[in-house]
């Protein structure tokens, strides 16, 4: 067992902000448990289950996995292999969670995943169980608390700053339901653990209570605040500095790339009778090879889609995990250009591969939403797409995948948008720094999501 801190107390005491804080200073990791209660909430609600339903709930849990995943230091909560960490901070998942967290089945559920965590890694939990149930034997253990009314002000203003109408007597009013429910509940009510630090945070900052819990973890387990340097030091960025961008322009073989088109537009015709495909914004398609495609997706037959309308092969990245699967369909998936990419952890393999294959003259598909989207949705983007975009200097060429309904269906319209390109050199953006990355990424993300309706 590494370094363990439990941190719990009430809705709106300040745990993450606090937790967020202490962990950076330390190097340690930040597990938020009520992202966990949230994402088993989120999908509960996906699956149109009202969370009320206790003997419907806890039924569904055979369906639902989650998991976390660290990058740049920040928590992702994955739940069957969607990142939902933005969609679980919505009011109406709050309220699913406070109900379903009060579920025996639901918290254990969530116990192992948890406590795996905890072993493995120098840790700071905030919850309301972490201390009493989860973690039992933390070296440290913290309970934060303020007053009602200062939470409630401190959630108030919260709000106001981003334009929710909520009265303060509405805010107050739901902290002290949100207190009632964690502490009334049968299994692992809110309550201090008996070896807990009460730290009242109602007339103190948040500097004070991060250098009082800092202090504390000292004391207990010797740790030492990292030096900053130090602290990027143990997470080194992926190095780029011996890769040169793509030489684009490669010509392939020109005898083959008859036999592509002549193969491609026969195969176009066939799908243009299964489906009502239609092909918008194809000048923005270039004729020569080495882009990346960057799309949202719907279904597996999307790959295809995208190469349908470009006159070079195209190279897919795609989920390791699919080349788990049945013998043919991952002999099929290779022939057609796919290659395998361990997500979220910075796959070195898979990007050297991406550039290869765009130094090679052939396109590159990338999905950066990870996942299919069933809902048609656009998710939140990887960095992946902007990361070798900016390394390679290549243009990203946004994909809008449109499918009539939720499924791809014989004859229903289908609408494959082409946006215009997205050159990282228009952006100024030469090096993969971190900033320039998030650039990059949101720009195509937000094409993306433009060119799906
Ligand atoms: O801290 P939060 O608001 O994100 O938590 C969401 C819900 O999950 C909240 O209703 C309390 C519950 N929860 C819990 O029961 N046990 C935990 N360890 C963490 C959260």
Avoid at 11 to 20: L, P, Q, R, V
Avoid at 65 to 90: A, F, P
Wanted: glycine share 8%; with cysteine.
């Amino acid at each position: 067992m590494g370094i363990n801190v439990a941190l719990d107390g009430p809705s709106g005491a300040g745990k993450s902000t606090i937790a967020k804080k202490v962990a950076a200073k330390f190097g340690f990791i930040y597990v938020d448990t009520g992202a966990l209660y949230r994402s088993v909430a989120y999908y509960t609600v996906s699956q149109g289950t009202d969370p009320g339903d206790t003997d419907k709930v806890i039924a569904g849990l055979a369906g639902c996995r989650v998991g976390l995943e660290y990058r740049e230091g920040t928590q992702c909560v994955i739940v069957n292999g969607e990142d939902v960490s933005d969609k679980i901070r919505t009011p109406e998942i709050s309220m699913a969670a406070s109900k379903t967290s009060a579920i025996p089945q639901v918290r254990s559920f969530l116990f192992d995943l948890q406590k795996d965590i905890a072993a493995k890694n120098d840790i700071i939990m905030d919850g309301r169980d972490i201390g009493t149930v989860v973690l039992p034997e933390a070296q440290v253990k913290v309970f934060l608390t303020a007053s009602a009314e200062e939470r409630a002000n401190r959630r108030f203003k919260e709000l106001r700053e981003k334009g929710d109408p909520s009265t303060y007597e509405e805010v107050l009013a739901d902290i002290n339901q949100r207190d009632y429910n964690d502490t009334h509940r049968e299994t692992a009510p809110l309550r201090k653990a008996e070896d807990a630090v009460e730290v009242d945070s109602t007339s103190m900052s948040p500097a004070d209570v991060i250098e009082t819990i800092a202090a504390l973890i000292t004391e207990r387990t010797g740790a030492q605040p990292v030096k900053k340097k130090a602290a990027r030091e143990r997470k080194p960025l992926l190095d780029f500095s011996g890769v040169e961008p793509v030489k684009r322009g490669k010509k392939l073989n020109p005898i083959r790339m008859f036999f592509y088109n002549l193969l491609r537009y026969i195969v176009l015709g066939g799908f243009k009778i299964a489906y009502n495909l239609k092909y918008e914004g194809k000048e923005n398609v270039p004729k020569d090879g080495s882009n990346i495609f960057a799309s949202n997706h719907r279904g597996y037959v999307d790959p295809v889609f995208i190469s349908l309308a470009c006159r070079v092969p195209n190279t897919f990245m795609a989920k390791e995990e699919l080349f788990h699967g049945k013998k043919f369909f991952v002999w099929i998936i290779k022939k057609f250009g796919a290659f395998p990419v361990e997500r979220g952890k910075g796959d070195m393999q898979a990007i050297n591969t991406s550039f290869e294959k765009l130094n090679s003259g052939r396109n590159l598909v990338i999905f950066p939403e990870g996942t299919r989207s069933h809902d048609g949705k656009v998710g939140r983007g990887k960095t992946g797409v902007a990361l070798i975009a900016a390394v390679a200097q290549c243009p990203v060429i946004p994909v809008g995948i449109n499918y009539e309904g939720e499924k791809l269906k014989f004859r229903k319209k289908v609408v494959i948008r082409f946006g215009k390109p997205i050159s990282p050199e228009q952006l100024k953006i030469t090096t993969p720094g971190a900033k320039e990355l998030k650039l990059l990424r949101s720009t195509v993300m937000d094409s993306i999501t433009e060119l799906v309706h």
